[in-house]
């Protein structure tokens, strides 16, 4: 006996899954959102604690961000990076990247941060500049 499938169910739920993107799969973020913001954060301070330059850098334009939930959301950044003209250890600065190009020196990288907010935990897996 040859078993028939009913076609338009299965193509429905296969239309369904690619629309929907694959559960647990990398998702495109609003950039805007509270928790993406704080990832991104989070990321630039680990980031400038991490260099030997004597100014900070911050981001200066965010070329893609993708939440990914796994036991806590794993974000995956890559932005453009430009120095600014604050010093390391210099308090409640305001500190914007340079307009200047010469001076911002843009450069790129890819920030992975974890996020577990429920336990209070959040770190940098992966900086590629």
């Not at 954060?41 to 004597?54: E, I, P, R, Y």
């Not at 990288?109 to 996020?115: L, Y």
Request: glycine content about 6%; charged content about 20%; aromatic content about 6%.
């Amino acid at each position: 006996m040859i078993l028939k499938l009913p076609v338009l169910p299965v193509f429905a739920a296969l239309l369904a899954v690619g629309l929907a993107g694959l559960v647990g799969a990398p998702q495109s973020v609003d950039v805007n959102e509270p928790a993406v913001q704080e990832a991104l954060k989070f990321a630039v301070v680990q980031h400038n604690k991490g260099t030997n330059d004597l100014y900070l850098s911050d981001v200066a334009q965010v070329i893609s961000a993708q939440r990914q939930v796994v036991a806590g959301s794993k974000y995956t950044f890559t932005v453009r990076m430009g120095k600014t003209p604050c010093r390391k250890g210099a308090t409640d600065q305001e500190c914007s990247v340079h307009q200047d190009q010469a001076l911002a020196r843009p450069y790129t990288c890819k920030f992975v941060v974890w996020s577990r907010p429920w336990m209070n935990e959040i770190s940098v897996l992966e900086e590629k500049c």
